[in-house]
């Protein structure tokens, strides 16, 4: 693709790589190779790539977990935020061991997000999925939905027949206890700048 005008490509007879330049000329100061501009390719591609992107690696951050009517207390047990962004699309994992000393609080639980949503989509739409461990017993799942703009909230199948979809409480989709888990994953667009 060397030493070719832009005017005369009909077609990109060659896909530029990144040891291509571009370079501009104003044709009236063509002699003058001072006021020539050169530009990488590569570093141009890559920085705009980058600027467009803006990927962060993991991040840990603290969910605060409460419940529709009374807040459950996490006592001796544990929660975990970890989160990673590709521009303003955040994909949050969120890990909760019960313990000895948890209490479940009542009503459906819910969870922080690390940002508020960009864009506030229906409620109850899914963005994400949860398993629910049952210790000793067995696992169950159900989608992650949509709550306020700050906010998630778990649903699962319970244990008993017929199994309707309903929201995780301390009930549901079986009765909490120590060393029981939740671990939901979900993505959705932030309001980051």
């Given at each position: ?37 050169k ?35 996490l ?50 739409m ?32 319970p ?14 989709p ?20």
């Amino acid at each position: 693709m060397a030493n070719i005008k832009i005017s005369d490509l009909t077609a990109l007879e060659a896909q530029p790589s990144t040891d291509d330049y571009f370079v501009i000329v104003d044709t009236s100061e063509a002699a003058d190779a001072d006021k020539t501009k050169k530009i990488d390719f590569g570093y141009a591609i890559k920085t705009y790539a980058d600027s467009l992107v803006n990927v962060t690696g993991v991040t840990t951050y603290t969910p605060t977990w409460t419940a529709q009517t009374t807040n459950p207390s996490l006592g001796n047990g544990s929660i975990n935020g970890r989160y990673y962004r590709i521009g303003n699309v955040v994909t949050v994992f969120i890990n909760l061991t019960m313990g000895s000393t948890t209490t479940y609080g009542s009503g459906e639980w819910w969870f922080s997000m690390p940002f508020t949503w960009k864009v506030s989509p229906w409620a109850n739409m899914p963005i994400g999925y949860g398993r629910y461990t049952d210790v000793g017993n067995q696992h169950y799942g159900g989608p992650v939905v949509i709550g306020d703009n700050a906010k998630v909230g778990c649903m699962a199948f319970p244990a008993a027949y017929p199994a309707y979809l309903n929201w995780v409480a301390y009930n549901v989709p079986f009765t909490w206890g120590k060393s029981d888990e939740l671990e939901i994953t979900f993505s959705y667009l932030a309001n980051i700048s």
